[in-house]
């Protein structure tokens, strides 16, 4: 592989503590301190003066809908979004067609993957078929290569199934991610209880369902000792449960997205669909909260929750639209926006948050620019506004609410492995 030169950037590196002007050295696919007087004649070199080289994006949390869902999304088209918005590693979601839940699924998924522009790590279901009723064979998922388990989208709500998930986990050190949700609270629900949702004549989504599940993995991450990490929080009192937790050294972790610290509840006052999410955007004071949770470390890290739906399946009745948004090609925008500019984050820390501290979570070898790292790199421009078109993006689905937003923060070019897959607006 040739040499790569970045040159004249502002290098932030929170895993090494790196913020400064200067150079980033690759060679054969990895970092290195310099380049020799001949790989430099020979190297490619990217003038990045005014932008800011950070290591390459990291998301735990997309779905790619494939295998079975392709007229959605494929992991080729999602690995495309995601480098059009500086991600060089994601983790996709189980809830495909079939689901993930055997060897022979994670195989194809991973076999897929290897045309795919970044890394993509496959996760492998809790139980069998996603039911709630039978553990899936957590052994044979880890040797398939499944960097976690969970039943995202669905919640396995038997303590004792969950506890025996857990403790089974732990022995083949895999994470379980939990979306949180006892859907006994929630039968018929659209959006966030409240008076909006009363207003709205929609059936109400109450923050008391999230908790609970919350209250229910910390306990059995403190009987266990397991780490569980709870997806896309959404409540207040679940952010509160969890720094508590963390603060008694329990083993959980959290993460927010992007549409949680912009968004709230009074975004469904025209029906919009793209608004419609589980779990649901809620109270101005949920989102406070959960901005919190990520300033003060409570909350590990941001996922996107990349949920493609075709044009036909958002375009009806509120009630029976999909929940879920597009995600990756406008989430470092977003939360430039929501955490630098306005709740005066240090650019470092949100970087931090999207790269070393959500790779940490899953133990993945990725969000670093040190010296013998795979060289994975997002090169962006903090201060360029863009108009984002859901229609022109890379994205198979177009269901984002911010579709004919300006934006502000643009990433320029994203490299993996030393191989520079997107720049200015076009893939190699």
């Known amino acids: 592989m040739s040499s790569l030169w970045i040159q004249n950037g502002r290098v932030i590196d929170p895993a090494s503590k790196r913020d400064a002007v200067g150079d980033v050295f690759i060679a054969d696919g990895k970092f290195v301190s310099s380049l020799s007087a001949k790989q430099k004649k020979s190297a490619k070199k990217i003038d990045a003066k005014g932008l800011v080289v950070a290591p390459g994006l990291v998301d735990i949390h997309v779905h790619f809908r494939e295998p079975g869902q392709t007229h959605k999304e494929t992991i080729l088209t999602g690995s495309q979004a995601a480098a059009a918005g500086g991600f060089t590693t994601v983790v996709c979601m189980p809830n495909t067609s079939p689901v993930a839940d055997n060897a022979g699924t994670i195989q194809l998924i991973n076999a897929a993957a290897r045309n795919a522009l ?86 109400g989504w109450p923050h008391a369902a999230e908790d609970i599940i919350v209250a229910r993995n910390i ?25 508590r937790a963390i603060k008694d050294g329990i083993n959980v972790t959290g993460e927010a997205t992007p549409h949680h610290i912009a968004l709230t509840e009074e975004s469904l006052g025209t029906y919009d669909t793209n608004f419609k999410m589980n779990p649901p955007l809620r109270t101005e004071a949920d989102r406070k909260a959960i901005i919190a949770g990520l300033k003060d470390g409570t909350l590990a890290c941001i996922g996107t929750d990349h949920a493609p739906h075709a044009p036909d399946e958002k375009d009806r009745e509120f009630d029976y639209a999909p929940n879920g948004i597009t995600g990756l090609e406008t989430a470092l925008a977003v939360c430039l926006d929501v955490l630098v500019k306005r709740n005066k984050f240090k650019l470092s820390y949100v970087i931090d948050l999207m790269t070393r501290r959500a790779a940490e979570v899953l133990k993945l070898p990725a969000g670093t620019l040190a010296e013998g790292a795979t060289a994975d790199v997002c090169i962006f421009d903090p201060e360029e506004k863009w108009l984002y078109d859901a229609k022109k993006g890379f994205s198979k689905s177009l269901n984002s609410p911010w579709s004919g937003q300006t934006l502000t923060g643009r990433v320029k070019s994203t490299i993996v492995a030393g191989r520079v897959v997107y720049r200015d607006g076009k893939f190699a």
């Open 219 to 243: 306990i059995l991450s403190h009987y266990s000792g397991a780490h569980i990490h709870m997806q896309h929080i959404s409540s207040a009192m679940s952010v509160e449960l969890i720094r």
């Open 118 to 203: 970044v890394h993509v790590y496959p996760t492998g279901c809790i139980t069998v078929g996603m039911k709630g009723q039978a553990l899936a064979p957590h052994g044979s998922l880890k040797k398939a290569g499944v960097v976690a388990i969970t039943d995202d989208g669905l919640c396995v709500e038997n303590n004792q199934l969950m506890r025996s998930a857990v403790e089974y986990a732990k022995m083949f050190d895999l994470s379980v991610l939990d979306h949180c949700q006892d859907e006994s609270l929630t039968k018929g629900a659209v959006m966030n209880e409240g008076t909006v949702s009363t207003r709205l004549g929609l059936k």
